[in-house]
């Protein structure tokens, strides 16, 4: 897995739990969305998380909801 920086994220809560997207500039250079289930309990780890384990979020929903890439 590569690092990736956090810069932005969005919890979502459901019948089943809670949901994060966060927004992810790669060690690459690149700006990514990813999505996942997470615990709620602690932010910090609930956005590490995501960042490591999160599936991929599709761009356009991405910028629709952080607005314009950077």
């Known amino acids: 897995m590569n690092e990736a920086t956090p810069l932005n994220w969005r919890w979502f809560n459901c019948s089943r739990g809670k949901v ?10 690149k700006i990514e969305y990813r999505i996942a289930p997470v615990d709620g309990f ?3 780890m609930d956005i590490l998380q995501v960042v490591a384990w999160g599936d ?7 910028v629709a909801l952080f607005g314009e890439m950077q």
């Open 42 to 44: 602690m932010e910090k």
């Open 56 to 62: 991929e979020f599709p761009e356009a929903a991405g």
């Open 20 to 29: 994060g997207v966060v927004k992810v500039h790669t060690d690459q250079g």
